[in-house]
Nanobody
Framework: QVHLVESGGGLVQAGDSLRLSCVTS??????????MGWFRQAPGKEREFVAE????????AVADSVKGRFFISRRNAKRTIYLQMNNLKPDATAVYYC????????????????????WGQGTQVTVSS
């Protein structure tokens, strides 16, 4: 498995922006071969898909609930992915997790948690109204 560390969360007001980062430690995998993504879990709710990106960074998929406000990107030279979150709403309050695909498969943008095998510890995002 792969070690991932998220950062960038915090307490903001509705309408603010945040950028989350997720750094991946070197492993036996070639970072640019693997799709990665962001999920979130709000209190009392199941973990849900937010966005994912293919290895090259030229294909992405974003949940309908955040489309047009959240953007995923990656910088392979730094083994890092990002989640830019704009115009945040209180319902974005959650712990945000980054994950990496279990295999270098063809990117389909399904947002399926079963495609992932490693997760970070999460970073808390709290949006006040």
């Amino acid at each position: 498995q792969v070690h991932l560390v998220e950062s960038g969360g915090g307490l903001v007001q509705a309408g603010d922006s945040l950028r989350l980062s997720c750094v991946t430690s070197p492993s036996g995998r070639t970072f640019s071969d693997y799709s990665m993504g962001w999920f979130r879990q709000a209190p009392g709710k199941e973990r849900e898909f937010v966005a994912e990106i293919n290895g090259n960074g030229d294909r992405t998929a974003v949940a309908d609930s955040v489309k047009g406000r959240f953007f995923i990107s990656r910088r392979n030279a730094k083994r890092t992915i990002y989640l830019q979150m704009n115009n945040l709403k209180p319902d974005a309050t959650a712990v945000y997790y980054c994950g990496v695909f279990r295999a270098p498969v063809f990117f389909q943008g399904r947002g399926n948690e079963d495609d992932y095998d490693s997760w970070g510890q999460g970073t808390q995002v709290t949006v006040s109204s």
